[in-house]
């Protein structure tokens, strides 16, 4: 939807197809037009997400920089330090799909 004119703007499922997992509600995007159509969406970078499911933080594993898989709020499945735990806010660079930093 356009934040200005609060018009829908409808995208090609292939055109969203490599952003469409860090897309999240209220997400704002920018949508890059080529004569009239929608070409590229763009997610802004980097981007704050709440850490919906993981493994349990298990001791002694954060002297040898242990990793674990995340679920983050938006479907997407990024690697973080050990000590991240479920409801934690994380940023995430959604350009390569890295972990940054807890928030």
Not at 12 to 37: A, P, Q, R, Y
Not at 44 to 67: F, L
Request: hydrophobic fraction near 35%.
């Amino acid at each position: 939807m356009d934040s200005e004119t609060f018009e829908e703007v409808m995208v090609e499922s292939n055109t969203i197809e490599d952003s469409k997992k860090w897309i999240s509600e209220g997400m704002e995007c920018d949508l890059v037009f080529f004569k009239g159509n929608v070409i590229e969406v763009m997610t802004p970078s980097p981007y704050v997400y709440e850490v919906v499911e993981t493994e349990p933080n298990v001791k002694g594993n954060t002297a040898q920089g242990y990793t674990k898989p995340a679920v983050l709020d938006c479907g997407a499945t990024v690697n973080v330090p050990g000590f991240v735990e479920q409801g934690s806010k994380i940023k995430v660079d959604t350009q390569n799909g890295e972990y940054m930093e807890r928030v």
